[in-house]
C-alpha cells in the first residue's frame, strides 16, 4: 500500500515555543492531505483539510492562526503548532488519500508533542 | 457520513478467528463500508473495504450482511499483534475528492496468550 511518512515521531518543547510536524506521501501524489489530533484514550479528531496549492479547511473550534498548515507540493504538507502550550500535547495524525476510486486513506505514524 | 455502531470492547484467544461487528442501518447505497485499525502509538492502517459483496485480503475478511446494514471484520486467527483499537467507517462514493474520514470509538480488540 501507499505510504504516508510523518516527521517527528516525537517532540518535546518549551510553552510558548513553535512545532513544525511535516507529512509526506512517499510514493503517490496527495492533492488533499488530513491533520488529525487525538488525546488519550479518545478517538480522532480531525483539525483541517490540507489543499495544495491552497488554504487549508478547519474544522469549527481549530484556531487557524494557532495550527498552521502549508501544503506546498503534492507530497508534502506541514503542520504548525505556534506559541504551543500544555493544553496542546497532543498526538498528532496526518493522513493522505490514495487516487484510486476506493478513497483509501493511508496515515502516517502520528508525532507525539509534549509541552512543558 | 452515516453513522456506525461497534462494541466498545472484545476479547479474543490467540490464534483463534474473531469476528469484529458493526452496524449501519442508515447506509446508503453509494457508502462503502471501511475498516481501519489503529495500534498502541500509531497511527490507523487500512485494512479493508467493501461495498456489497464480500471480500477477502490478506489481512482479513469482510462479510456484509445482505441489507448492508451490518458487517463483519472476520481476523481468521488472532496474534498478538493483532490487538488494537478497530474502526468501522462508511465513506461515501459520491463524496468529493476533500472528504475525510470521520473516526468513531471503534472496538478496543485484547488478544489472550
Known amino acids: 500500500g501507499a505510504v504516508v511518512s510523518q516527521h517527528p515521531s516525537w517532540v518535546i518543547c518549551k510553552s510558548g515555543t513553535s512545532v513544525k510536524i511535516e507529512c509526506r506521501s512517499l510514493?503517490?501524489?496527495?492533492?488533499?492531505m488530513f491533520w488529525y489530533r487525538q488525546f488519550p484514550k479518545q478517538s480522532l479528531m480531525l483539525m483541517a483539510t490540507?489543499?495544495?496549492?491552497?488554504?487549508?479547511?478547519?474544522e469549527q473550534g481549530v484556531e487557524k492562526d494557532k495550527f498552521l498548515i502549508n501544503h506546498a507540493s503534492l507530497t508534502l504538507s506541514t503542520l504548525t503548532v505556534t506559541s504551543a502550550h500544555p493544553e496542546d500535547s497532543s498526538f498528532y495524525i496526518c493522513?493522505?488519500?490514495?487516487?484510486?476510486?476506493?478513497?483509501?486513506?493511508?496515515f502516517g505514524a502520528g508525532t507525539r508533542l509534549s509541552v512543558l | 457520513d452515516a453513522k456506525t455502531t461497534q462494541p466498545n470492547s472484545m476479547e479474543s484467544n490467540e490464534e483463534e478467528p474473531v469476528h469484529l461487528p458493526c452496524n449501519h442501518s442508515?447506509?446508503?447505497?453509494?457508502?462503502?463500508i471501511h475498516w481501519y485499525r489503529q495500534l498502541p502509538s500509531q497511527g490507523p492502517e487500512y485494512v479493508i473495504h467493501?461495498?456489497?459483496s464480500n471480500v477477502n485480503n490478506r489481512m482479513a475478511s469482510l462479510a456484509i450482511a445482505e441489507d448492508r446494514k451490518s458487517s463483519t471484520l472476520i481476523l481468521h486467527r488472532a496474534t498478538l499483534r493483532d490487538a488494537a483499537v478497530y474502526y468501522c467507517?462508511?465513506?461515501?462514493f459520491g463524496s468529493g475528492s476533500a472528504r475525510q474520514l470521520t473516526f468513531g470509538s471503534g472496538t478496543q480488540l485484547t488478544v489472550l496468550p
Open positions: 467493501g461495498l456489497t
Open positions: 442508515t447506509i446508503s447505497g453509494t457508502d462503502y
Open positions: 467507517i462508511l465513506r461515501n
Open positions: 490540507s489543499n495544495e496549492g491552497s488554504k487549508a479547511t478547519y
Open positions: 510514493d503517490f501524489q496527495a492533492t488533499t
Open positions: 493522513s493522505a488519500r490514495g487516487t484510486s476510486a476506493s478513497n483509501i486513506q493511508y
